[in-house]
């Protein structure tokens, strides 16, 4: 099962440089909740950006999975892959896919279940997620806040 989280507002923005571009504390709370202890899928930038966060602090994910162009790269707490699609395309586990930009693109054909927090509003940044055919899914689950939707799509 091949699930994806994210938040965006409503021009599909995820990010500014290697940060959100908003700061609401009940979707942290909200993603924490989901991914907290995972298998959880990211690129290389995202890696970085929460390592930036968390500093000395473990990432709070199980196993972490990071995809990179860089063959020769280590990391001393992930296992870094370098065929997203082959790796999807094989992976038998629970996966949640975390970012950024070019994991959501690659991993969105394989993705089961999409976990989306629509950011009420419009922000600045650079990132954005891509187009999706929301034909594929259905709309399962939603809740309404001051500042979020919150939704599950299900593929069809």
Known sequence: MINMIWAMDENHLIGDGDRIPWHI?????????????QIVLMGEATYY????????????????YVASINKELKLPDAIVINDV??????????????????IYMLSLP???????????????????????????YKLTWQNDTEEVRYTLYERV
């Open 49 to 64: 950006s929460l390592k930036g966060y968390y500093k000395t602090r473990p990432l709070p994910y199980g196993t972490i």
């Open 110 to 136: 394989y993705a089961d279940k999409l976990y989306i927090s629509f950011v009420k509003g419009e922000h600045k940044g650079d990132k954005y997620f891509p187009n999706i055919d929301f034909s594929k």
């Open 25 to 37: 504390k009940d979707d942290l709370v909200y993603y924490k909740n989901k991914t907290k202890g």
């Open 85 to 102: 699609d082959s790796f999807l395309s094989n992976f038998k586990d629970e996966l949640w896919v975390v970012g950024g930009a070019t």
